[in-house]
């Protein structure tokens, strides 16, 4: 069975640090695009960062840029979203997802990817 595990997830004030994590089961990570999202009460779903799967860059959305990284361990079939110096408005839902084919310039689309995790919230008091 294909899965996507989010845990992490957490209540922390401001200019604090959580790290996400996503444990893949039922396939390879290593072999897809990987990519995080977040969802705030009220928005659509945002997607705020990748690891492409052709050449392994990573991407992040102009809101998280400087603050997450993301990255994945393949040998734990993990990937990873270490958030620093959170804020108020961080504060969402967190989704995995994972994509067989690269999406490229719209790796932040949703529609491209056909794995997802089942969310961990993350509340940033401030």
């Known amino acids: 069975e294909v899965q996507l595990q989010a845990s992490g997830g957490g209540l922390v004030q401001a200019g604090g640090s959580l790290r996400l994590s996503c444990v893949a089961s039922g396939f390879t990570l290593d072999d897809y695009a990987i990519a995080w999202f977040r969802q705030a009460p009220g928005k659509e779903r945002e997607g705020i960062s990748c690891?492409?799967?052709?050449?392994?860059?990573?991407y992040y959305a102009d809101s998280v840029k400087g603050r997450f990284t993301i990255s994945k361990d393949n040998a734990k079939n993990t990937m990873y979203l270490q958030m620093n110096r959170l804020k108020p408005e961080d504060t969402a839902v967190y989704y995995c997802?994972?994509?067989?084919?690269?999406?490229?310039?719209?790796?932040?689309?949703?529609?491209?990817?056909?794995?997802w995790g089942q969310g961990t919230l993350v509340t940033v008091s401030s």
């Open positions: 690891i492409s799967s052709s050449d392994g860059s990573t």
């Open positions: 997802a994972a994509a067989r084919l690269w999406g490229g310039s719209i790796w932040f689309d949703s529609v491209i990817y056909d794995y």
